[in-house]
């Protein structure tokens, strides 16, 4: 094992990373698309499941609530739906925030050994993790153009990473 992965490897299991130990990731080759597509999928799947489950729990009380002002109509189906959007997108953005500025790295980016960071190899700010999740539905609105530009560019760079100022590396595998 090579110098580089054996601080590869100790980066992919230390959440705290120091101003030396980034501008060594630098030389880690950035994250194909299929990578992070599978790191996002798992992501989608815990969100989606911790979303449902406190929602079930939560949402039957509130849609009862907005049953009671407003009689069983489209209106009440509405406000419910909007509530459950609104709720789902916040979830997300404290997942993804959080996750990126503490660690570089959500759960199905650990799973696959991936990390983000800023585009100088330091750790991204809560600003910067904030202005990621942004650049999210930024990169998904055309058709998720803005996630497929990882293919074409010739840094693996997606529109949300450009727009945060972050890449997403590939640490060391385990042996």
Request: hydrophobic content about 55%; glycine content about 8%; proline content about 3%.
């Amino acid at each position: 094992m090579t110098e580089v992965d054996q601080i590869a490897l100790f980066l992919r299991f230390s959440p705290k990373i120091t101003h030396v130990q980034l501008k060594l990731m630098q030389i880690l080759p950035s994250a194909g698309f299929w990578p992070r597509c599978m790191a996002f999928l798992i992501d989608a799947a815990i969100i989606s499941s911790l979303h449902f489950s406190c929602f079930f729990i939560l949402g039957l009380s509130t849609y009862q609530t907005v049953l009671k002002r407003f009689p069983a109509s489209l209106g009440a189906i509405a406000v419910f739906l909007i509530l459950f959007l609104f709720s789902c997108h916040l979830l997300a953005m404290a997942y993804f925030t959080v996750f990126h500025a503490i660690s570089g790295q959500t759960i199905g980016k650990l799973c696959l050994g991936l990390r983000v960071v800023s585009q100088e190899g330091e750790r991204l700010s809560v600003g910067a993790a904030f202005l990621r999740w942004v650049g999210y539905i930024v990169s998904g609105l055309p058709l998720a153009a803005g996630f497929l530009w990882v293919v074409v560019d010739d840094k693996g760079l997606a529109w949300h990473d450009r727009l945060a100022g972050s890449a997403v590396v590939e640490l060391a595998e385990t042996t």
